[in-house]
């Protein structure tokens, strides 16, 4: 079995990791964590003047790549505290597109994302990407959406 969890480093993608591990070690699965470096930052440039546009650049990639870091880190410090070897995927573009590449490319039996409580307008507002990755993944791939955890 293939599980790929999607993480962002954000808190509620923590329960979808420990949830894709529990199911890794119950299930002796090949569990696979995608972090997407989504650069729509870049998208800014246009609107800094002139001379700040190349350190602006050179500043949002230095924090992507430290979040995709930091996501890694964190990832692998929960795989080894419970005792699972898991792999670990970076892609680059719109979160969305690049998860469904992922998914047509590597076809885990699996997909586990997390998923925020939003009201109806935070749902609006953020694209809702588990329930517009359930739409289009088809029925090759199961999917599992996990609530962000309650602190």
Not at 6 to 28: F, V
Not at 45 to 71: F, K, M, P, S, T
Not at 103 to 129: C, I, K, M, Y
Request: aromatic content about 8%; overall charge positive.
């Amino acid at each position: 079995m293939k599980i790929l969890v999607c993480i962002d480093g954000e808190p509620h993608t923590r329960g979808a990791i420990e949830r894709a591990i529990s199911l890794g070690l119950s299930r002796s699965a090949d569990v696979t964590a995608l972090h997407v470096v989504d650069p729509w930052l870049k998208q800014f440039y246009n609107e800094i003047y002139a001379q700040g546009r190349r350190q602006y650049l050179e500043y949002v990639d230095a924090c992507l790549l430290e979040q995709a870091g930091q996501a890694h880190r964190e990832f692998d410090g929960i795989c080894r505290t419970e005792g699972l070897r898991a792999g670990f995927k970076v892609r680059h573009g719109e979160p969305f597109a690049e998860i469904l590449k992922e998914v047509r490319r590597e076809r885990p039996d699996l997909l586990v994302t997390g998923r925020r409580r939003l009201s109806a307008w935070g749902r609006f507002r953020s694209g809702n990407l588990p329930a517009r990755l359930r739409k289009r993944i088809g029925s090759q791939t199961a999917m599992l959406s996990v609530d962000a955890l309650r602190s």
